[in-house]
């Protein structure tokens, strides 16, 4: 996928002392850590390899219970 994307959405989730993220714009992204820092360090510097170094404009960040965070601007 080399195409520019304008955003993308990331979904934070939180299971038994582990933390993920996936997006319904990116299929098969993942990003697992331990904590929640982690795991959003992780999904945000693994969005542009998704899209072969192309960054999107704006990451809409949420958690699963679709609250919203601050918008990231890479």
């Known amino acids: 996928m080399s195409a520019h994307v304008k955003s993308v959405k990331i979904v934070y989730h939180r299971d038994e002392g582990a933390w993920w993220a996936d997006s319904p714009d990116m ?21 542009p390899f998704y899209f072969d170094g192309n960054r ?19």
Do not use: C, H, Q, W
């Not at 331990?34 to 945000?44: C, E, M, N, S, Y």
């Not at 999107?56 to 890479?74: C, F, H, Q, W, Y």
């Open 56 to 74: 999107p404009d704006i990451v809409d960040e949420r958690m699963e219970n679709g609250a919203s965070l601050k918008p990231t601007r890479p």
């Open 27 to 47: 299929p098969g992204f993942s990003a697992v850590g331990d904590t929640f820092d982690d795991t959003r360090k992780l999904a945000l510097e693994g969005i």
